[in-house]
């Protein structure tokens, strides 16, 4: 049974960082494209940043370009965001998910397995 637990959201004020984790378990990473999505209740699902298996590419929305940064250790099964000078456009329930195989994968429909989601809410 495949499953990814989130961790690491909470409330920070605007300016401040957080680094979200993503355990997997019932896979092997290294065959998965990882990426972190948000949404807003209500809204649709939005992509925030992907890895290809290697961790040697990364591509994220504009929005976050120079904020965040995704990173993998296929060793511990595990993918992290670190969210730097945090704004509170960036409140939202981020999740984290897989693609088996390889690819830029920007769209929720792409994705194979998703988390349960962690709350990111920044304060103004």
């Known amino acids: 049974q495949v499953q990814l637990v989130e961790s690491g959201g909470g409330l920070v004020q605007a300016g401040g960082s957080l680094r979200l984790s993503c355990a997997a378990s019932?896979?092997?990473?290294?065959?998965?494209?990882m990426a972190w999505f948000r949404q807003t209740p209500g809204k649709e699902r939005e992509f925030v940043a992907t890895?290809?298996?290697?961790?040697?590419?990364?591509h994220y929305t504009n929005s976050v370009k120079g904020r965040f940064s995704i990173s993998r250790d296929n060793a511990k099964n595990t993918v992290y965001l670190q969210m730097n000078s945090l704004k509170p456009e960036d409140t939202d329930v981020y999740y984290c998910?897989?693609?088996?195989?390889?690819?830029?994968?920007?769209?929720?429909?792409?994705?194979?397995?998703w988390g349960q989601g962690t709350q990111v809410t920044v304060s103004s």
């Open positions: 998910a897989a693609a088996y195989g390889v690819g830029t994968f920007v769209t929720d429909t792409d994705y194979n397995y």
């Open positions: 890895v290809k298996w290697s961790g040697s590419f990364t």
């Open positions: 019932g896979l092997t990473l290294s065959s998965f494209t």
